[in-house]
């Protein structure tokens, strides 16, 4: 499973779970997730969002076929990014995780945010993370 944000490291991290995936029955699985605010409905519709992520999805799939690989791509929507990837995990009885992270800061600090701390705590399966090189612009 991949989760992708449309971030830089995204591609790489399709590549590599591509290349990871090449026995027989492998699957790699790329989801994207919109976070819908509590106070509105988990299942309405969020177009501007939705269409963002129809991008990405795409582009992930554009990089499979590239790497000569084809992917099962997921538009979901939960109340949290971290659960939700933990969640398919589990419903899709997923290997690997692959995550591909670019570099924040937060006050000159590099930083993982919530999101991958969470993952890393609750996922059922075993977790490669991927961080591409530091850009120099």
Same mark, same amino acid.
């Given at each position: 499973m991949v989760p992708v944000s449309g971030g830089s490291a995204d591609e790489e991290a399709i590549k590599l779970a591509c290349k990871l995936a090449r026995r027989p029955k492998a699957k790699v699985y790329a989801a994207y997730i919109i976070e819908v605010e509590r106070s509105l409905p988990l299942d309405m519709p969020v177009d501007s969002e939705t269409e963002k992520a129809e991008e990405i999805l795409?582009? =992930?799939?554009?990089? =499979?076929?590239? =790497?000569?690989?084809e992917i099962e791509t997921d538009l979901l929507q939960a109340r949290g990014i971290g659960p939700a990837i933990v969640n398919e995990a589990v419903e899709k009885g997923v290997d690997l995780i692959v995550i591909g992270i670019g570099h924040k800061k937060q006050l000159g600090v590099f930083d993982l945010g919530e999101t991958i701390p969470y993952i890393f705590k609750e996922a059922p399966c075993q977790i490669l993370l991927y961080q591409g090189p530091i850009s120099r612009e």
């Open positions: 795409t582009r =992930a799939e554009d990089i =499979a076929t590239k =790497a000569g690989y």
